[in-house]
């Protein structure tokens, strides 16, 4: 994160939604995404804990309390395969009276600047006005834009995992993986985990198988998944080196 982010949060989150700390920040992120409607918060779940200097799991807390209060609606994705692939976020309880009493506010306080004001200030004033209008614009525009960029730049092995499965397990045998594979010194890369994982959805469907391919890998130290072995030898071969990812 650049000291130059910044967030969006306004009065009506506070006054109205009665939101304070993690919940506060973590709404206003994603209305930040999705105040056009359509659009979809898809950002990381470690992209999130970046903004709130929290762990990966409070953040999951959080996201999950802002869900059940009716803040949040979540619409998970899933792939060809039948897994989930990722889970995209939208505020949906954005009072509409709100913008209606700032504006009326605004109004208000620009009729009475008008009535005081000398015509040169006037034509000043509206302006300035204008001018104030499309830097605002510009400005909210840039920044969106700029995290949307620096949320794609800032995937890492970590955010792939989470992004991949919302299963505690599944993701500890994967960090498991990880970290055999680092110790191994081959470390993967980002795109290099989302081709093993990948090829897990090919060789599993259900989580369970695919938490015992992971650690059958981890326990042979293999460099990518394999279907899992039967034990009792009952016609399965055993792997070559090469298919055991001493090549890879």
Same mark, same amino acid.
């Given at each position: 994160m650049e000291n130059t982010d910044f967030l969006n949060i306004q009065g009506w989150m506070i006054n109205e939604l009665n939101l304070k700390g993690n919940e506060l920040i973590i709404y206003a992120l994603i209305y930040g995404f999705t105040k056009d409607g359509v659009s979809e918060f898809r950002g990381s779940r470690q992209y999130m804990a970046d903004w709130t200097n929290s762990s990966v799991r409070s953040v999951q807390n959080v996201v999950n309390s802002l869900v059940n209060k009716g803040m949040i609606e979540k619409n998970n994705h899933i792939n060809k395969y039948g897994s989930l692939e990722t889970s995209g976020y939208k505020a949906i309880n954005v009072p509409k009276l709100s913008s209606e009493k700032n504006s009326l506010v605004e109004k208000k306080v620009h009729e009475g600047s008008e009535k005081s004001s000398s015509p040169l200030e006037k034509k000043v004033h509206e302006g300035s006005e204008k001018s104030s209008h499309n830097n605002i614009d510009n400005n909210i525009s840039n920044n969106i834009v700029d995290i949307k960029e620096k949320n794609i730049k800032k995937e890492s092995v970590n955010s792939v995992i989470a992004e991949y499965t919302e299963n505690k397990d599944l993701q500890d045998a994967l960090h498991g993986f990880v970290e055999m594979r680092n110790k191994a010194r081959k470390p993967l890369t980002a795109r290099a985990m989302k081709l093993s994982l990948n090829k897990l959805n090919e060789l599993a469907l259900d989580d369970v198988t695919k938490i015992a391919i992971v650690n059958q890998s981890i326990v042979?130290?293999?460099?990518?998944?394999?279907? @899992?072995?039967?034990?009792?030898? #009952?016609?399965?071969?055993? @792997?070559?080196?090469?298919?055991? #990812?001493?090549?890879?």
């Open positions: 042979h130290s293999w460099s990518t998944f394999y279907k @899992l072995q039967n034990n009792n030898n #009952g016609g399965q071969r055993q @792997l070559t080196r090469k298919e055991m #990812g001493y090549a890879f």
